[in-house]
């Protein structure tokens, strides 16, 4: 079955350590994004690819790192600049085209040792 | 701009009755709304989408949502709550803009089903 695969599930940062998020997707989807969900909160954009070897910040991407040099991955890194990481971190991709839902996958959860 | 604004954070009902979730949205021109759903721990899972077409919009698991431009509301309802039916629940326009499909949140509503 295609989907969207987060890994790992829970993770944990010490103080001042760089930390990479997995995600793939076999949907032959061109555009790939990342979300932080906190709490009580909606979810927000930090980065978003379109195509292959590019890809452009969101509403909060101070903190935050991506690469895309393959279709079906785009790993997020969250760096030691980012002081508040705690959160729920979601991958999804979609269809180039606008007016197309999103492919969520089922998140990393990212914690403070 | 775009906005869509969910009316409330936090709805309880008993299993077997009617379930409405409201969504209002705001978009300077015809958007593509959705709705989602997020159980606990888990992505996002699409529940329907309404693109200009019908629009009373049927989804998965018996909900259903009515887009009303003169409103600008797009409410989720199900005629019968199960207890499956728990979880957070999440209205979505496009936000058409800046070249990519941009989508904006609502803030989520939580559904509670009691017994």
């Known amino acids: 079955d295609g989907g969207i695969t987060q890994s790992p599930k829970y993770l944990f940062r010490k103080e001042g350590q760089n930390v990479t998020l997995s995600c793939e997707q076999n949907l032959n989807h061109d555009a790939m994004y990342w979300y932080r969900q906190d709490p009580g909160q909606g979810l927000r954009l930090i980065y978003y690819s379109q195509i292959v070897n590019d890809f452009q910040k969101g509403d909060i991407a101070e903190g935050y790192s991506v690469s895309r040099e393959k279709k079906e991955s785009f790993p997020l890194t969250v760096t030691s600049a980012q002081k508040n990481p705690t959160a729920f971190y979601l991958c999804?991709?979609?269809?180039?085209?606008?007016?197309?839902?999103?492919?969520f996958g089922d998140g990393t959860r990212l914690s403070i040792l | 701009a775009q906005s869509v604004t969910q009316l409330d954070s936090h709805v309880s009902v008993s299993e077997g009755t009617p379930v409405l979730l409201r969504c209002n949205y705001s978009s300077s021109y015809s958007p593509s709304l959705f709705w989602y759903v997020q159980h606990p721990n888990k992505g996002l899972q699409l529940l329907l989408k309404?693109?200009?077409?019908?629009?009373l919009v049927k989804g998965i698991n018996g909900f259903e949502a009515e887009f009303k431009k003169s409103e600008t509301s797009f409410h989720l309802t199900k005629p019968s709550a199960h207890m499956s039916d728990a979880a957070e629940y999440f209205c979505v326009v496009t936000g058409g803009s800046g070249g990519y499909n941009k989508l904006i949140f609502g803030a989520g509503t939580r559904l509670a089903v009691h017994p």
């Open positions: 309404y693109t200009s077409a019908a629009t």
């Open positions: 999804a991709s979609s269809r180039e085209n606008s007016n197309q839902p999103q492919h």
